[in-house]
């Protein structure tokens, strides 16, 4: 994978937030299976699945992580949370350096009164 994609698709800021946040992956206990995988490769071939519509078994070979493994990736840290923490870390550290202004806010609402004998 192309040191340019990766970055724009997890830059060094967006890792350091999510590093920590990840669950540690442990080895099967019996043993045997394939050797690790750089976390950042994994986490970044999800990602880039997640924002471009690309479907798990069209992952390029590029990001040097199988599709099965980055699906599994997916599903583990689905499992423990990590996009809601993740979701909650983004924001509290962009507001934490004052990057974002809280005063301004987007709610999105409809309020439609329903019509007799609507259901």
Do not use: N
Not at 30 to 54: H, I, K, N, W
Not at 73 to 96: K, S, Y
């Amino acid at each position: 994978m192309s040191a340019d994609l990766s970055q724009r698709l997890v830059p060094d800021g967006l890792w350091e937030l999510a590093a920590p946040l990840l669950p540690k992956f442990t080895s099967r206990p019996q043993g045997g299976g394939t050797a690790p995988v750089d976390e950042r490769a994994a986490f970044t071939a999800v990602v880039y699945v997640l924002t471009s519509g690309c479907a798990w078994r069209h992952l390029p070979e590029t990001f040097g992580v199988s599709p099965a493994t980055a699906h599994r990736r997916f599903t583990l840290w689905t499992e423990a949370g990590l996009w809601r923490r993740l979701h909650r870390a983004v924001p509290d550290e962009l507001g934490a350096r004052g990057e974002v202004d809280w005063a301004a806010a987007i709610v999105d609402a409809a309020s439609v009164r329903a019509k007799k004998g609507a259901r």
